[in-house]
């Protein structure tokens, strides 16, 4: 539009000029160039006003804009500033409210922190006065004995110690001065024993010949392999507990170890054996770091507060080992945990601790929780994944069971392997480690190998260092079809380290 008006204006100017050029000739009568040169300078000052007029048309139409604009931007600034103010207001509003919010739930998390350490405090001496009120269940003949002066010596030393002096545990210890017997479980009050070793004996003879058994120092470490299925090669060893009688008979644990529990004395033997664990696990990483060492321990241990704490420094003391020491629970003892229980399960958890589950009966289980709680390894008995009939009444098929576990980081271990068919079954269902009489029976540990002196070396930090030469290696046994000699010919097990085979004799 601007462009068709300015092309008129030109074609006007040049109409003027031209009509005046030709009133001057025809009019004024004169000559034709004269003429011209005044039409022509009429032309130039035409187009000269037009611009200037336009220049200056131009200029009053950007100073109104510019006005306009100054004037809205102005009006943006105090709107702006408005908001800002607002915003202001809001902020402090908010810090207000959050400040009195803070004031009013401080005190409120403070009084809920004291409360939890009162409740955790009545626990305990709940816990404590139980034990004592039904101790007065039990005679105190068996286990009293005569008042210790001062305080009892610590259970565990704080680090790894050549003698295990510290940890020899007598009668005097058994009953602190004072303190109510513990009362006995449902399965020791029965009648005397009519088999075993304890055959036609009393709860009380029983008790005390555990005691006695401890007081002498007849209470032995047996070690069983647990090996890579189906290479067989050593990866893990579980650590068991035998007593020795007066007469030299050797009593399974699982025929002491409910009387253990009634005496109070299955802490004493769990942290005994704890210990000598560490000692053997020591040994082991002088030549393989690659295994590791199953220790159970009773969930008596876990409750009683003195022994659990004396425990939990030991161990420590030896948190480097956390990765080759895994502490081994009952699915029976795991299932009756309360809040002490699993309140120590985290405290060794934290310490980097691993925790295995056995003597399954059945397959009914949550492995998130299992994870949770820090188990990493969960034994089965074989007999149990091959029976279809009890694996029918189960949460999950047995076939599925190593895949669900593998799924939530935990590792299954067929134990009681008995037979070269049950390997090749467990093939079947994906078991990757096995343990049973098929490859090793237990064999004890000699007693050099814990009472001697521990290296001056660290082994976790120099598994290099070996100690000096041991005796030749003992005669193998054999298991079956198979011998130790086949297996003390792989180089990467365990029972070919020179460090360590002469110290476990044959069985």
């Given at each position: 539009?601007?462009?068709?008006?300015?092309?008129?204006?030109?074609v006007?100017?040049v109409?003027?000029?031209s009509?005046l050029?030709?009133a001057?000739?025809l009019?004024a009568?004169l000559?034709?160039?004269p003429?011209?040169?005044?039409a022509l300078?009429?032309?130039?000052?035409?187009v000269?006003?037009?611009?200037?007029s336009?220049?200056?048309?131009?200029r009053t139409?950007l100073?109104d804009?510019?006005?306009?604009?100054s004037?809205g931007?102005?009006?943006?600034?105090?709107?702006?500033?408005e908001?800002g103010?607002?915003?202001?207001?809001m902020?402090?509003?908010?810090?207000t409210?959050v400040?009195r919010a803070r004031?009013?739930v401080?005190?409120i998390a403070a009084?809920?922190?004291?409360l939890?350490?009162l409740?955790?405090?009545?626990?305990?001496?709940?816990?404590?006065?139980?034990?004592?009120?039904?101790?007065?269940?039990?005679?105190?003949s068996a286990l009293?004995?005569?008042a210790?002066p001062?305080?009892?010596?610590?259970?565990l030393?704080?680090v790894?110690?050549?003698?295990?002096?510290?940890?020899?545990?007598?009668t005097?210890?058994i009953?602190a001065?004072?303190?109510e017997?513990?009362?006995v479980?449902?399965?020791a009050?029965a009648?005397a024993?009519?088999s075993?070793?304890f055959?036609?004996?009393?709860?009380?003879?029983?008790?005390?010949t555990i005691a006695?058994a401890?007081?002498n120092h007849?209470?032995?470490?047996y070690l069983q392999?647990?090996?890579?299925l189906?290479?067989?090669?050593?990866?893990?060893?579980?650590?068991?507990?035998r007593l020795?009688?007066?007469?030299?008979d050797v009593?399974?644990?699982d025929e002491?170890?409910d009387?253990a529990?009634?005496?109070?004395?299955?802490?004493?033997?769990d942290?005994?054996?704890?210990?000598?664990?560490?000692?053997?696990?020591r040994r082991?990483?002088?030549?393989?770091?690659?295994?590791g060492?199953?220790c159970?321990?009773?969930?008596?241990?876990?409750t009683?507060?003195?022994y659990?704490?004396?425990?939990?420094?030991f161990?420590q003391a030896n948190?480097?080992?956390?990765?080759?020491l895994?502490?081994?629970?009952?699915q029976?003892?795991y299932r009756?945990f309360?809040?002490?229980?699993?309140e120590?399960?985290?405290a060794?958890a934290d310490?980097g601790?691993?925790?295995?589950?056995?003597?399954?009966?059945d397959?009914?289980?949550?492995?998130?929780?299992?994870?949770d709680r820090?188990?990493?390894?969960?034994?089965?008995?074989?007999?149990?994944?091959?029976?279809?009939?009890?694996?029918?009444q189960?949460?999950i098929?047995?076939?599925?069971?190593s895949?669900?576990?593998?799924r939530?980081?935990?590792e299954?271990?067929?134990?009681r392997?008995e037979?070269?068919?049950?390997?090749?079954?467990l093939l079947?269902?994906?078991?990757?480690?096995?343990?049973?009489?098929?490859?090793?029976?237990p064999?004890?540990v000699?007693?050099?190998?814990?009472?001697?002196q521990?290296p001056?070396v660290?082994?976790v930090?120099?598994p290099?260092?070996?100690?000096?030469?041991?005796?030749?290696m003992p005669?193998?046994?054999a298991?079956?079809?198979?011998s130790?000699s086949?297996?003390a010919?792989?180089?990467s097990?365990?029972?070919?380290?020179?460090?360590?085979?002469p110290?476990i004799m044959?069985?």
């Amino acid at each position: 539009m601007r462009r068709l008006t300015a092309t008129f204006v030109a074609v006007c100017m040049v109409l003027m000029a031209s009509s005046l050029g030709a009133a001057l000739f025809l009019a004024a009568g004169l000559p034709v160039i004269p003429s011209a040169i005044v039409a022509l300078a009429a032309l130039i000052c035409l187009v000269l006003y037009n611009a200037v007029s336009s220049r200056l048309r131009d200029r009053t139409d950007l100073g109104d804009q510019i006005g306009d604009l100054s004037r809205g931007t102005s009006d943006l600034a105090r709107q702006v500033a408005e908001l800002g103010r607002r915003l202001a207001a809001m902020e402090e509003r908010v810090d207000t409210t959050v400040n009195r919010a803070r004031g009013a739930v401080d005190p409120i998390a403070a009084e809920m922190g004291e409360l939890g350490a009162l409740v955790k405090q009545l626990a305990e001496t709940v816990a404590l006065h139980d034990t004592r009120l039904r101790g007065h269940a039990l005679t105190s003949s068996a286990l009293t004995g005569p008042a210790l002066p001062g305080a009892p010596e610590p259970l565990l030393p704080p680090v790894m110690l050549g003698d295990p002096s510290p940890l020899l545990l007598t009668t005097e210890d058994i009953a602190a001065p004072g303190a109510e017997p513990v009362a006995v479980p449902a399965k020791a009050q029965a009648a005397a024993p009519d088999s075993g070793r304890f055959k036609g004996m009393s709860r009380d003879g029983i008790i005390a010949t555990i005691a006695g058994a401890i007081d002498n120092h007849r209470v032995d470490l047996y070690l069983q392999p647990i090996v890579t299925l189906p290479q067989r090669k050593v990866r893990y060893y579980e650590a068991m507990s035998r007593l020795r009688t007066q007469d030299g008979d050797v009593v399974p644990a699982d025929e002491f170890i409910d009387y253990a529990e009634a005496g109070g004395i299955m802490p004493k033997i769990d942290n005994l054996l704890l210990f000598r664990c560490v000692q053997v696990v020591r040994r082991l990483l002088l030549k393989n770091r690659d295994v590791g060492l199953f220790c159970n321990i009773s969930m008596s241990t876990l409750t009683d507060p003195a022994y659990f704490r004396q425990l939990h420094d030991f161990m420590q003391a030896n948190r480097a080992l956390a990765l080759s020491l895994v502490f081994e629970f009952r699915q029976s003892a795991y299932r009756s945990f309360g809040a002490i229980e699993h309140e120590g399960l985290a405290a060794l958890a934290d310490l980097g601790f691993r925790f295995s589950l056995d003597h399954l009966t059945d397959l009914r289980m949550e492995p998130k929780e299992l994870f949770d709680r820090g188990f990493r390894f969960m034994k089965v008995p074989a007999k149990l994944l091959l029976n279809k009939a009890a694996a029918g009444q189960s949460d999950i098929d047995a076939a599925d069971l190593s895949n669900l576990l593998a799924r939530f980081g935990i590792e299954l271990i067929a134990e009681r392997i008995e037979s070269e068919n049950m390997v090749v079954d467990l093939l079947d269902y994906e078991v990757k480690f096995g343990q049973g009489f098929l490859f090793s029976p237990p064999r004890p540990v000699r007693p050099e190998a814990l009472h001697g002196q521990t290296p001056s070396v660290d082994p976790v930090a120099a598994p290099a260092a070996a100690p000096a030469a041991s005796p030749a290696m003992p005669p193998a046994t054999a298991i079956g079809d198979r011998s130790l000699s086949k297996q003390a010919d792989d180089p990467s097990s365990v029972l070919a380290a020179p460090d360590f085979l002469p110290h476990i004799m044959p069985a």
